[in-house]
């Protein structure tokens, strides 16, 4: 039932850009394994191994945290509605941050999203697929509209506060170098 691919074809390509949320998965050498959930317009695939998301302003920075100590990355999509389907991208990963070269070639790939936090740029080793018949159905009402209106309302000076009180350090004590 899973295949394995050494890219992102043209079918799994048109799958990815329909799906509504995706989730995220690192860990550093030691500590807690993370998994989060993502949405909104915020991934792209750039080729057929390389994608990025924009990473937005949470409660948390710990993708950024672990990817410092190990670049090791997994995304996964699931079909929640349609032909049953699971994909994950399996790869390694590069964080760029508002200071970094990099960072006006990847945002210009996305809309304005106030709270844009970093960019995650995944060279993808292996693509795999997997039945996803266990996988409920569910059907996609629209995007929430919190985290956005949220960011909105901190504005740019109260988000960078945010991000020193709740970005710089992982739930395990590890830097996440969101200021240097």
Aim: aromatic share 12%.
């Amino acid at each position: 039932m899973a295949e394995k691919y050494t890219e992102i074809n043209n079918v799994l390509q048109q799958f990815i850009e329909q799906q509504n949320i995706f989730f995220v998965a690192t860990a550093a050498s030691e500590g807690r394994i993370n998994l989060s959930p993502k949405g909104m317009d915020s991934f792209r695939i750039v080729n057929k191994n390389k994608v990025v998301w924009l990473n937005l302003t949470g409660s948390s920075n710990e993708t950024a945290a672990h990817l410092i100590e190990n670049n090791r990355i997994t995304l996964m999509f699931c079909a929640f509605e349609g032909k049953p389907l699971i994909l994950r991208l399996y790869g390694y990963a590069k964080v760029y941050h508002h200071r970094d070269s990099q960072w006006p070639h990847f945002i210009a790939l996305f809309p304005h999203f106030t709270g844009a936090r970093q960019i995650i740029e995944v060279e993808v080793d292996l693509v795999q697929t997997s039945c996803g018949f266990g996988v409920p159905r569910f059907d996609f009402v629209e995007q929430r509209e919190a985290l956005t209106e949220w960011a909105e309302k901190k504005g740019p000076e109260g988000l960078r506060e945010y991000w020193k009180q709740r970005n710089q350090i992982s739930l395990d004590g590890k830097p996440t170098k969101i200021f240097d």
